[in-house]
């Protein structure tokens, strides 16, 4: 049974009452949760495995944020901040996540959308911030026949927001089939609204567009290693990586951009990855230059520790061109890990640089006395 605020806030330590809560699984998106719900956000569960795991503790002001993941609806640990002296703590509002992400909270303000429904569609997204880096160097280093895009798996726009920010580039279509994300795609962004489709991509007739397309681009979900390692990914029918070649192959676009987990490109994948990347090689009969790398969100002034994997390919391009503009990517990063020397670029920006200007929204609570010193941070690298 969840402990009331008021429990919580009287809570003392008691050991055997930890035990038991540290034996519960870290609280989950539950599929069963109705609309009614929605609004109605729960109080955190503290656990000591949860709170010991470095992956899952609270943000600090002087640090970047963990990654943000949709699950920050159920407002785990990640999903609050502890105060400067380490006693207190607060949820983070909806908008303050969205900035975290690189958004303006107004992207996500959508009449009538539940506060976990926005949280999910801002934790999936891309930061506008890597996307608009990502398309200004291809833009630089690519001479475009059709400015034209289309984006796939468009969650919240996160991405195609980059393609959106070159000048003369026309949306012809964004898919997605949640349809919380198709009305924030719908709603005063800039692309029309009628430009984005609600429904399943692999199902979307896509031939009125074949050579019409720029530039491809999306964040196709792929799930090879979420199948206790079996390494379904091939067969599993939400898995779209290893046929987004054929999509590919219908559209023939100039270029194309993917974005995934970095578990994509962890040794377990390496077999499920190079097949993806070689079929893009030869989409449609076409020979595209390929490369898949992992950038991180906080390089490009994202107050964000978020690692993706990026795939670009370019049409008739040897590998060594998508080799070449994935360097100058890398290269125009603007920020850098304090602890690591790069000349020119300003140190990883904070919570307290993101978020210190604005109105303290309140909600602070006690900080539930685990142990009886301050918590030691350290060195809190994410
Ligand atoms: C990681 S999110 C994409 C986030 C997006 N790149 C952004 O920056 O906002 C993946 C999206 O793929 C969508 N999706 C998954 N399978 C799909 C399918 N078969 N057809 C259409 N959309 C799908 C999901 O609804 C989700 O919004």
Not at 33 to 57: F, I, M, N, Y
Request: aromatic content about 8%; some cysteine; hydrophobic content about 40%.
């Amino acid at each position: 049974m969840k402990a009331t605020r008021a429990q919580q806030l009287s809570m003392s330590f008691d050991p055997g009452a930890l035990a038991h809560r540290a034996a519960e699984p870290p609280a989950q998106y539950d599929q069963s949760e109705t609309d009614a719900d929605e609004d109605a956000l729960g109080d955190c569960q503290w656990s000591t495995s949860v709170a010991l795991d470095p992956k899952h503790r609270p943000q600090v002001w002087d640090h970047p944020s963990s990654t943000v993941r949709r699950e920050w609806c159920r407002y785990p640990q990640e999903a609050h901040l502890l105060d400067e002296e380490n006693w207190r703590y607060r949820r983070l509002t909806v908008d303050e996540i969205a900035i975290l992400q690189g958004f303006e909270p107004s992207w996500f303000q959508i009449p009538g959308m539940t506060n976990r429904n926005r949280i999910r569609a801002i934790g999936d997204a891309v930061p506008p911030p890597l996307a608009r880096a990502i398309v200004s160097v291809i833009n630089k280093q690519w001479n475009w026949k059709r400015r034209t895009a289309v984006e796939i798996c468009a969650g919240s726009g996160g991405l195609g927001s980059g393609a959106a920010s070159l000048e003369g580039m026309e949306h012809l279509a964004l898919v997605d089939q949640w349809a919380p994300a198709c009305a924030i795609l719908r709603h005063e962004k800039p692309w029309g609204a009628d430009r984005v489709h609600c429904g399943n991509v692999k199902q979307h007739d896509f031939s009125n567009l074949k050579g019409k397309v720029g530039f491809l681009s999306g964040g196709p979900p792929c799930q090879p290693w979420s199948i206790g390692g079996r390494r379904k990914g091939f067969v599993d029918p939400r898995d779209l990586l290893a046929w987004i070649h054929e999509l590919v192959g219908t559209l023939r676009p100039e270029v194309f951009a993917f974005e995934n987990v970095p578990g994509l490109v962890t040794e377990l994948n390496a077999e499920y990855l190079t097949s993806v990347l070689s079929n893009l090689r030869v989409a449609g009969g076409k020979k595209y230059g390929v490369v898949a790398g992992v950038l991180n969100a906080a390089d490009y002034g994202v107050p964000q520790i978020r690692r993706r994997v990026i795939i670009l390919g370019f049409r008739d391009m040897p590998t060594a061109f998508a080799h070449h503009v994935f360097d100058k990517i890398g290269a125009a990063a603007t920020h850098r890990d304090p602890h690591l020397p790069a000349a020119g670029r300003q140190r990883w920006r904070t919570l307290r640089d993101a978020l210190d200007a604005r109105p303290d929204p309140g909600g602070w609570r006690k900080w539930i006395d685990i142990v009886p010193e301050p918590r030691p941070l350290g060195n809190r690298r994410r």
